[in-house]
T-cell receptor, first 114, second 115 residues
Framework: AQSVTQLGSHVSVSEGALVLLRCNYS??????LFWYVQYPNQGLQLLLK??????LVKGINGFEAEFKKSETSFHLTKPSAHMSDAAEYFC????????????FGKGTTLSVSS | NAGVMQNPRHLVRRRGQEARLRCSPM?????VYWYRQLPEEGLKFMVY????????ESGMPKERFSAEFPKEGPSILRIQQVVRGDSAAYFC?????????????FGSGTRLTVV
């Protein structure tokens, strides 16, 4: 069975500061990992995904994430936060087996102050 | 190229009524997934469907909830005899056939309020 744990339900940063959102996964098979972003009253938008190619994955809006098997982590980073990054971020995992669905973490709300 | 379409965007039902939520997947996508979102709880998987088949309903409550994805038309999530605890945002997602690494495309959700 697969699961993800997002450490910290709320993260606050200043504009221009580093963004680090933490995600650890548990999977009995090689996982596919995803980060999604949700803006208020909207659906989820895919930021980036890891599918066993390069361990450092670059996504949209300047975000990137690094897959570390030894740490079972897939943390999301952005060098310089922008006000428009304020949103809720979800880490998700899926096993590479047919018939399985994405499993999401509980989410991390990112606040950006000026 | 339209994305995943969900309707209605907002739905208000009185306790005991039925709620029907509709989802039209992206063109070319044959897999549909339903999730429920409650504050502070993230997205909870409910059911995974392909055309005319339920693949995984392990997240569906045992009573009052059902889902279908007919050969023609949208996927429907039905909640019978709604209770206040059913108030939540319900999201539908779709993906192409058997491409687990693709990721899902999500709709904008239906926000159900039970009064």
């Amino acid at each position: 069975a697969q699961s993800v744990t997002q450490l910290g339900s709320h993260v606050s940063v200043s504009e221009g500061a580093l963004v680090l959102l933490r995600c650890n996964y548990s999977s009995s098979v090689p996982p596919y990992l995803f980060w999604y972003v949700q803006y208020p009253n909207q659906g989820l938008q895919l930021l980036l995904k890891y599918t066993s190619a390069a361990t450092l994955v670059k996504g949209i809006n300047g975000f990137e994430a690094e897959f570390k098997k030894s740490e079972t982590s897939f943390h999301l980073t952005k060098p310089s936060a922008h006000m428009s990054d304020a949103a809720e971020y979800f880490c998700a995992v899926i096993g590479n087996q047919a018939g399985t669905a994405l499993i999401f973490g509980k989410g991390t709300t990112l606040s950006v102050s000026s | 190229n339209a994305g995943v379409m969900q309707n209605p965007r907002h739905l208000v039902r009185r306790r005991g009524q039925e709620a029907r939520l509709r989802c039209s997947p992206m063109k070319g996508h044959s897999h549909v997934y339903w999730y429920r979102q409650l504050p502070e709880e993230g997205l909870k998987f409910m059911v995974y469907l392909q055309k005319e088949n339920i693949i995984d309903e392990s997240g569906m409550p045992k009573e009052r909830f059902s889902a279908e994805f007919p050969k023609e038309g949208p996927s429907i999530l039905r909640i019978q005899q709604v209770v206040r605890g059913d108030s939540a945002a319900y999201f539908c997602a779709s993906s192409p056939a058997e491409v687990e690494g693709y990721g899902y495309t999500f709709g904008s959700g239906t926000r159900l309020t039970v009064v």
